[in-house]
């Protein structure tokens, strides 16, 4: 069986930005399946290499879902982490 591939969420820990995905995420919790977090470093931000593979603009949050599309901006992002897994733990 073929194992579906994950969302995938650049994070840094003091991105403001980025600590708004990180909240959306926590509080519409059990997406672990679904989207994996790589917290990244402020010397991976110097190198840039990874980062600019996802985001040309070197700037954190980066977002690439699982079909390869590559989001950036953080109210972009949780759009789409909305209409994608919005509603999943509504009771």
Request: neutral net charge.
């Amino acid at each position: 069986m073929k194992q579906q591939q994950k969302c995938i969420f650049y994070d840094l820990k003091h991105s403001n930005n980025a600590a708004r995905v990180r909240l959306w995420l926590r509080l519409n919790g059990g997406l672990n399946d679904y989207v994996e977090t790589v917290v990244l470093s402020h010397g991976d931000l110097d190198e840039g290499q990874k980062l600019e593979e996802v985001n040309p603009l070197k700037k954190i949050p980066a977002f690439v879902t699982d079909t390869g599309l590559k989001l950036f901006e953080s109210f972009v992002i949780i759009s789409y982490l909305e209409d994608r897994f919005g509603g999943r733990n509504s009771s």
